[in-house]
């Protein structure tokens, strides 16, 4: 039964397919902290936890009115970098305050890019806004499309959103990293550890309902990550292997190569744990 349990709670944490080419609507936020937000378990998010959203963060439209599980609350259900949240729909008329929506604009995949050379770009809530320049080789992923602006992400040491000429000029990113860049970034770190701590949250929460319910006292799973210059390895404690919630895990690990998507790392399920390690082929990082 409590197996049965956890293998349910592993539903939810899967990603929505991204959807690549089709069109969208998208809402700029302009201020996170002014809405009420919650996370895809439902969960209010803490003044951290907004803060971790950029300014001018571009949420996809899933499900323009939704309602929480209570059957009551309505909410407007978005995406993220690949997370589902759940934005209160308190007092509005069509949509909430602090967004600029754009309709109909087309999704891309994320992939990483370079400016193949200086390129005019604006900052703000919609095309036209206040000046910023991409210079020749700055790392970009591209994630919608309007007309003839595309809505980048500027990655590296000064992360933000632009609005960008469609289309270029850009050049795709080398696919064969040199020796010493095949390691994961903080960057890559940070996504793949909040991801495992989603999945240890799920689990606690349900072992905590589980032992209200039957008087037992039993120990959450838990994910146990480790990094190294070879990647990531978790193990399952708590007196549990990973094919004891094989459905749970086997969700869990498409979801870390969703958000590896693009980068030379395969993500593998072991009966000992999860391991994302360098793709074959890849020189190995130097120590």
């Known amino acids: 039964m409590f197996k049965r349990h956890l293998v349910v709670s592993g539903l939810i944490l899967c990603l ?8 969208f609507d998208f809402l700029i936020l302009e201020n996170p902290a002014s809405l009420e937000i919650l996370n895809r378990y439902e969960q209010a998010l803490t003044s951290a936890e907004k803060r971790k959203i950029l300014p001018l963060a571009p949420l996809k439209i899933a499900a323009e009115k939704a309602v929480l599980g209570d059957g009551i609350t309505p909410v407007m259900e978005v995406d993220y ?36 050379s200086d390129i005019g770009c604006t900052r703000g809530a919609a095309p036209g806004g206040r000046s910023a320049t991409l210079q020749a080789g700055d790392a970009v992923q591209a994630v919608f499309t309007c007309g003839s602006q595309s809505y980048l992400k500027r990655t590296g040491a000064k992360v933000e959103y632009l609005w960008c000429p469609a289309g270029g000029p850009f050049v795709a990113k080398d696919k064969s990293p040199a020796i010493g860049e095949t390691g994961l970034s903080p960057d890559m770190q940070s996504l793949l550890r909040s991801r495992l701590e989603s999945a240890n949250a799920t689990y606690a929460s349900y072992t905590q309902a589980f032992n209200r319910l039957t008087g037992e006292s039993r120990k959450p799973p838990l994910w146990d990550c480790s990094f190294s210059k070879d990647g990531m390895r978790c193990r399952l404690e708590g007196g549990m ?47």
């Open 81 to 116: 970098e690949g997370q589902a949240y759940y934005l209160i729909r308190k007092g509005w008329t069509e949509n909430p305050p602090a967004m600029h929506r754009h309709r109909g604009c087309r999704l891309e995949d994320g992939g990483e890019k370079l400016a193949g």
């Open 241 to 287: 292997r990973s094919e004891d919630l094989e459905k749970s895990t086997v969700l869990l690990v498409n979801e870390l190569r969703n958000s590896l998507t693009g980068k030379p790392f395969d993500v593998t399920m072991e009966k000992s744990g999860i391991e994302v390690t360098p793709r074959a082929g890849r020189n190995p990082p130097r120590p």
């Open 16 to 23: 929505h397919t991204s959807g690549a080419g089709k069109s």
